[in-house]
C-alpha cells in the first residue's frame, strides 16, 4: 500500500508542477493587467507567447544560420522568410490604413548601420543566440547565455549612449517599401533568398518540416498582435538598453553626454515604470515562456554546466557586449531589423540580413577558436 501510495503522489508530481507553472504565468499577466492597464498586461502575454513558440518549437535565427553556413540545411531560414512573409502580407496594408496609429522598424542604412550588423552576425555566433535567441537561452538555463545576457544589455545601453556619434559618419534617408506595392516587392524579394537558398541546399535538406510552418505561423500572428497592441513591431534591444540606463539613472548616473538618453522620449521613459515599456514587457515574457518551457519538459533547468576553459567564458562576455553595441548601431537585432525591419518594408531590413549574414560565416569560424565547443 505504501509503494503503491508513493507511486501516485510521484506521478501527480508533474500535474501539480506544470499547473503550477500555468497559473504563475497567468498570474503576472493578471497582476501586471491590473497594475499598469489592460494593454501592458496583453503585452506580457504576447511575450510569453513568443517565449513558448520560439523555445518549444525550437524556432530560432542564430541556429539556422549556422545550419546553413555549415550544413547547407536551409529549413530554418526558410521558416523565417515564410514568418515574415505572413507578416508583410497583413502588417503593411494594415500601417497604410492606420494614419499613423501604427509604425514600422524603419532605419537608414549607413556605414555604422553595415559594420554593426556585421559584427553582431559575428557575435551571435559565437555565443549561438541573437537577441531572442539569448532570452530564450538564458530562460531555458544555458549557462553561456546566462553569462552573455547582462552584457549585452550593458552594450545595448553603451551603444544607444554612442548611437549619434556613429549614425554622423553618413548614412541614406530612410527608405520604406509602403502599401501593396510595398507588399509586392517584400514577398518577391523573399522569394528569391529562398529560391537562392533551394539552390544552395544540399538535396537531403530541401524541405521544410511541419514543426517549422507551425512555429512561422505562430510567430507571424504574435508578431502582428505586437504591432496591433503596441502600435510598434516586435524588438528586443532597446528593451534591454534601457534596463541599464534606468538602473544608471537611479544610481545618480549623468546623462548629459547622451544625445539619446537625453531625447525628451528617452528621459521620459526612464521616469516610468519597466511594466510601461512594451519591449521590456515582451522580452520578460520571452525569458520567463522559454523558462515554462523548460521546466515542463524536464521539470527543471536541466541543462548541465558546460566544460569550458576560462578563455571561452571571456569570449562570451565580449561578444555580449558586442551584440548589444552592435545591434543598437545596426537600429536592432535579427527581430527588430530582420524580421520587424523586413516585413514592415524598410530597405535596412534587407542590408542588415546581407551584412549580418555575412558576419556570421565568420562567427561560426570564431567559436570553436574561442574553445566554445564542449568537450565530450
Not at 504563475?24 to 510569453?48: K, P
Not at 533551394?198 to 505586437?226: M, S
Given at each position: 500500500?505504501?509503494?503503491?501510495?508513493?507511486?501516485?503522489?510521484?506521478?501527480?508530481?508533474?500535474?501539480?508542477?506544470?499547473?503550477?507553472?500555468?497559473?504563475?504565468?497567468?498570474?503576472?499577466?493578471?497582476?501586471?493587467?491590473?497594475?499598469?492597464?489592460?494593454?501592458?498586461?496583453?503585452?506580457?502575454?504576447?511575450?510569453?507567447?513568443?517565449?513558448?513558440?520560439?523555445?518549444?518549437?525550437?524556432?530560432?535565427?542564430?541556429?539556422?544560420?549556422?545550419?546553413?553556413?555549415?550544413?547547407?540545411?536551409?529549413?530554418?531560414?526558410?521558416?523565417?522568410?515564410?514568418?515574415?512573409?505572413?507578416?508583410?502580407?497583413?502588417?503593411?496594408?494594415?500601417?497604410?490604413?492606420?494614419?499613423?496609429?501604427?509604425?514600422?522598424?524603419?532605419?537608414?542604412?549607413?556605414?555604422?548601420?553595415?559594420?554593426?550588423?556585421?559584427?553582431?552576425?559575428?557575435?551571435?555566433?559565437?555565443?549561438?543566440?541573437?537577441?531572442?535567441?539569448?532570452?530564450?537561452?538564458?530562460?531555458?538555463?544555458?549557462?553561456?547565455?546566462?553569462?552573455?545576457?547582462?552584457?549585452?544589455?550593458?552594450?545595448?545601453?553603451?551603444?544607444?549612449?554612442?548611437?549619434?556619434?556613429?549614425?554622423?559618419?553618413?548614412?541614406?534617408?530612410?527608405?520604406?517599401?509602403?502599401?501593396?506595392?510595398?507588399?509586392?516587392?517584400?514577398l518577391l524579394g523573399l522569394a528569391a533568398v529562398a529560391a537562392l537558398l533551394w539552390k544552395l541546399a544540399t538535396?537531403?535538406?530541401?524541405?521544410?518540416?511541419?514543426?517549422?510552418?507551425?512555429?512561422?505561423?505562430?510567430?507571424?500572428?504574435?508578431?502582428?498582435?505586437?504591432?496591433?497592441?503596441?502600435?510598434?513591431?516586435?524588438?528586443?534591444?532597446?528593451?534591454?538598453?534601457?534596463?541599464?540606463?534606468?538602473?544608471?539613472?537611479?544610481?545618480?548616473?549623468?546623462?548629459?553626454?547622451?544625445?539619446?538618453?537625453?531625447?525628451?522620449?528617452?528621459?521620459?521613459?526612464?521616469?516610468?515604470?519597466?511594466?510601461?515599456?512594451?519591449?521590456?514587457?515582451?522580452?520578460?515574457?520571452?525569458?520567463?515562456?522559454?523558462?515554462?518551457?523548460?521546466?515542463?519538459?524536464?521539470?527543471?533547468?536541466?541543462?548541465?554546466?558546460?566544460?569550458?576553459?576560462?578563455?571561452?567564458?571571456?569570449?562570451?562576455?565580449?561578444?555580449g557586449f558586442l551584440l548589444g553595441y552592435s545591434s543598437r548601431l545596426a537600429f536592432g537585432c535579427n527581430v527588430?531589423?530582420?524580421?520587424?525591419?523586413?516585413?514592415?518594408?524598410?530597405?535596412?531590413?534587407?542590408?542588415?540580413?546581407?551584412?549580418?549574414?555575412?558576419?556570421?560565416?565568420?562567427?561560426?569560424?570564431?567559436?570553436?577558436?574561442?574553445?566554445?565547443?564542449?568537450?565530450?
Amino acid at each position: 500500500m505504501t509503494t503503491l501510495t508513493e507511486t501516485h503522489i510521484a506521478a501527480a508530481a508533474p500535474v501539480w508542477r506544470r499547473s503550477a507553472l500555468v497559473l504563475a504565468a497567468l498570474s503576472a499577466v493578471f497582476a501586471t493587467a491590473l497594475l499598469v492597464g489592460g494593454r501592458f498586461g496583453l503585452m506580457l502575454a504576447i511575450g510569453l507567447g513568443f517565449g513558448i513558440v520560439l523555445e518549444g518549437l525550437r524556432f530560432g535565427f542564430a541556429g539556422p544560420w549556422r545550419a546553413m553556413i555549415l550544413r547547407r540545411d536551409p529549413s530554418g531560414m526558410w521558416a523565417q522568410l515564410l514568418s515574415i512573409g505572413l507578416v508583410t502580407l497583413i502588417a503593411l496594408p494594415l500601417i497604410a490604413a492606420s494614419q499613423g496609429d501604427l509604425s514600422g522598424a524603419q532605419a537608414p542604412v549607413g556605414f555604422a548601420m553595415i559594420a554593426g550588423a556585421f559584427v553582431f552576425g559575428a557575435a551571435m555566433q559565437v555565443v549561438l543566440g541573437c537577441g531572442s535567441g539569448t532570452l530564450v537561452n538564458a530562460g531555458s538555463g544555458n549557462a553561456v547565455s546566462l553569462v552573455a545576457l547582462p552584457f549585452f544589455a550593458l552594450g545595448s545601453f553603451a551603444g544607444a549612449y554612442h548611437l549619434f556619434w556613429w549614425t554622423g559618419l553618413g548614412a541614406l534617408p530612410v527608405i520604406r517599401f509602403s502599401g501593396w506595392q510595398g507588399v509586392a516587392v517584400t514577398l518577391l524579394g523573399l522569394a528569391a533568398v529562398a529560391a537562392l537558398l533551394w539552390k544552395l541546399a544540399t538535396p537531403e535538406h530541401r524541405r521544410l518540416p511541419r514543426r517549422l510552418i507551425v512555429a512561422a505561423g505562430l510567430l507571424a500572428a504574435l508578431a502582428l498582435f505586437n504591432l496591433i497592441v503596441a502600435g510598434q513591431p516586435w524588438g528586443v534591444v532597446y528593451g534591454l538598453g534601457l534596463w541599464v540606463a534606468k538602473a544608471a539613472s537611479a544610481a545618480g548616473a549623468d546623462f548629459t553626454g547622451s544625445a539619446f538618453w537625453q531625447a525628451p522620449a528617452s528621459v521620459a521613459r526612464l521616469k516610468q515604470s519597466l511594466l510601461t515599456d512594451y519591449t521590456s514587457l515582451t522580452n520578460i515574457g520571452i525569458v520567463f515562456g522559454a523558462f515554462l518551457v523548460a521546466s515542463w519538459r524536464t521539470g527543471g533547468l536541466s541543462q548541465k554546466l558546460p566544460r569550458l576553459p576560462g578563455l571561452a567564458w571571456i569570449a562570451a562576455i565580449v561578444a555580449g557586449f558586442l551584440l548589444g553595441y552592435s545591434s543598437r548601431l545596426a537600429f536592432g537585432c535579427n527581430v527588430g531589423a530582420f524580421f520587424s525591419g523586413i516585413s514592415t518594408g524598410s530597405l535596412h531590413g534587407w542590408v542588415w540580413f546581407a551584412s549580418a549574414f555575412a558576419g556570421s560565416v565568420y562567427g561560426v569560424k570564431l567559436r570553436p577558436l574561442l574553445k566554445l565547443e564542449p568537450k565530450t
